[in-house]
C-alpha cells in the first residue's frame, strides 16, 4: 500500500510503503484476497502519513493520480476508489496510470536529465519486457516474457529451496560471493533471433540440479551459493543480451530500468560494466524506486495532468492494461 505526495511531478516530498510482505509470507507468495483486505486497512492511514510527512492537507495537492493496471483486480480497485472519491470530494482533477508507464517515470525522479528517445527493460515479479521510448507517451513494445516474469522466477526457485519470501531479495543476499560460472544455465531464448524472453525452463533446470544434489551437497554453503549465482548470472546475461540487440536494431544509446529485479546488486552491476564497455548511459532508478511505489505513479500521473489530460471518473480497473 503506497502513497506519495510528488512537486511538480520531479520532487518527491513523500514516499511511504507499508510492505504486505508479512501477511503473505506463511502462504509463499501473495494471496490476492488478503491483498486488497490489507489495502482497504492501512490505505487511510497511510495517505494520512504521506501528507503529514509532506506537510501538506488534501486541499493543498493540485491533482490526484492511482494506478489503473496491469496488476491484481482487487488491490487496483481500492487504490482507484480512494483516488476518485478524494478527486470528489476536493474537485481536484484526476488521471488512472499504467503501472509499467509508472515503472518507465522511476529513474526520472533519480535522473532528471533523462529524455527519450530511451530503450527501457522492465524486469519485475509480473513482467519482462524491453520498451522502445519515442518520446514520453509513444512506446512500442520489443519483446516480453513468453511465460514466467524475471522476478516471479526468483520467488519460485526460492519457495522450492526453501529460501523464503520474496525471493529477489533474499537470494540477491545469499547469492553474494559466489561463482556464477560453476554451473552453466542457459536463459530460454538466450541467443535466438525473437525479441521475447523464456524463463520457466531455467526454473526447471536450477530446481533439477539442486534435486540431484547429495544431501551433503545441499547442506553445502558454498555449493549454494554457487548455485545462486549461476541461477542469477543467466538471468542477468540474456536480459543483457537481448537489450543490446535493441540498442543495435534502433541505434539509441540510452537504457533506463525499472521494476523490482532491476533492484538487483548483480544486475546493477553487470548493466553498468556492459554499458561502459559499449558506450551506453544506464541509468537505475535507487533501489527503492525500483520496487513497486507511489512517487513513480505520482512522477507519471503528473506528466498527464500538466499535458491536460484527465480520466473519467468512471475509469474501472484493468488487470491486463497494456503499454504500447
Ligand atoms: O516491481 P515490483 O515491486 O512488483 C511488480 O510490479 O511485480 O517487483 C517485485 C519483484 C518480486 O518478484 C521480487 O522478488 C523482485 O521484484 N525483487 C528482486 C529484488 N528486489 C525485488 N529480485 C532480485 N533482486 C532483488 N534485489
Ligand atoms: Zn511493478
Redesign the pocket.
Known amino acids: 500500500t503506497c502513497v506519495a505526495v510528488v512537486r511538480d511531478g520531479k520532487t518527491i516530498r513523500s514516499n511511504i510503503v507499508s510492505s504486505q510482505y508479512d501477511f503473505h509470507r506463511r502462504f509463499g507468495g501473495v494471496v490476492p484476497e488478503v491483498a486488497s483486505r490489507k489495502h482497504l486497512e492501512f490505505l487511510i492511514p497511510v495517505l494520512d502519513e504521506a501528507c503529514s510527512e509532506a506537510q501538506v492537507s488534501l486541499s493543498d495537492i493540485d491533482g490526484i493520480v492511482a494506478t489503473r493496471g496491469p496488476g491484481l483486480s482487487g488491490s487496483l480497485l481500492m487504490g482507484l476508489c480512494l483516488a476518485k472519491t478524494i478527486a470528489i470530494l476536493y474537485h481536484k482533477p484526476f488521471y488512472a496510470v499504467n503501472?509499467l508507464e509508472g515503472?518507465l517515470f522511476a529513474s526520472t525522479l533519480n535522473h532528471p536529465e533523462l529524455e527519450p528517445p530511451f530503450i527501457s527493460l522492465i524486469v519485475?515479479?509480473?513482467?519482462t519486457e524491453l520498451i522502445i521510448v519515442r518520446d514520453w507517451g509513444r512506446y512500442e513494445s520489443w519483446g516480453k516474457t513468453r511465460d514466467d516474469a524475471a522476478?516471479?522466477v526468483?520467488?519460485k526457485i526460492s519457495k522450492y529451496l526453501n529460501i523464503g519470501f520474496?525471493?529477489?531479495?533474499l537470494?540477491?543476499i545469499r547469492s553474494r560471493g559466489g561463482n556464477p560460472s560453476r554451473f552453466h544455465f542457459r536463459g530460454g531464448l538466450e541467443d535466438d533471433e525473437s525479441p521475447d524472453f523464456s524463463f520457466s525452463g531455467l526454473k526447471t533446470a536450477v530446481t533439477r540440479t539442486f534435486q540431484a544434489f547429495s544431501e551433503e551437497e545441499k547442506h553445502d554453503e558454498v555449493l549454494f551459493r554457487d548455485l545462486l549465482a549461476s541461477f542469477q548470472e543467466s538471468v542477468v546475461r540474456t536480459l543483457w543480451k537481448k537489450t543490446l540487440r535493441v540498442v543495435e536494431r534502433t541505434g539509441y544509446c540510452t537504457i533506463a530500468l525499472g521494476?523490482?529485479?532491476a533492484?538487483?546488486?548483480y544486475l546493477r552491476e553487470r548493466f553498468q560494466a556492459e554499458g561502459e564497455q559499449y558506450h551506453l548511459r544506464v541509468f537505475f532508478p535507487s533501489r527503492e524506486l525500483?520496487?513497486?511505489n507511489a512517487a513513480m505513479i505520482g512522477a507519471c500521473g503528473s506528466f498527464h495532468l500538466f499535458r491536460g489530460e484527465r480520466s473519467s471518473l468512471a475509469t474501472e480497473p484493468d488487470s491486463q492494461l497494456s503499454l504500447a
Open positions: 503501472h515503472h519485475s515479479g509480473g513482467h522476478g516471479e526468483y520467488d520474496p525471493g529477489g531479495p537470494i540477491d521494476g523490482g529485479v533492484a538487483n546488486s525500483c520496487t513497486d
